[in-house]
């Protein structure tokens, strides 16, 4: 009699099955498409994405301005290739961010060399991790990609980062890119987050 060999990557694995059990057979593919789902979800980096009415130009000399849109305490240069700058709130979040790609126009992207949080048990969650800006055009208007490459659900600031971001690049950096003034630092709602999660942590 005839089998059917399929081969799985998540997990690797091989399964024997009769061609006539075709009721088993979309049993393990619908298994496989959950776990593939699952890990694809569990893995996802934060990203947001904003179409506005201005040019590449416009929208990446906004990116840059980071204090502007981001935390007005922000030391060291935002908008030259290989310069580092420092990042922090009170005693509740700072990390030291290096400029690895500057593309007039196209990209941007950072790497964060140190971290700090004084509400997640692994204070240093953010080292290592990626910010990249991608500009492009489309339909007449700049679209811009935000990725924070690294910061997934399984983080433990995940939730409050996540919300951070949205708050600061959906609604600071797009103000600024397309009123010439954004909102920086605090985040309010974030900040309040952050200090629930380290009273839980602590108890």
Known sequence: MKLLIIYL?????????RTSDTRGTQNIVNNIETINKSKTMKDQDYT?????????????AAVNNVRGWWSEQIEGRTDKLNEEFTYHYKDVHRCKIR??????GKKVEWLVLDNYFDFTKDKTEWKGTKVRFEITKKDGKTQLVFTHIGLVPVYECYNICSDAWGNYVGNSLKSLI???KGQ????IPAVKKAETLKAENKS
């Open 48 to 60: 947001i994405t904003l179409l506005v009415d201005k040019t590449p130009e416009e929208v990446f």
């Open 178 to 180: 397309e009123t010439g």
């Open 184 to 187: 920086p630092n605090p985040y």
């Open 9 to 17: 990557t998540v997990p690797v694995m091989i399964l024997n099955l």
């Open 99 to 104: 400029i690895t790609e500057f593309v007039p």
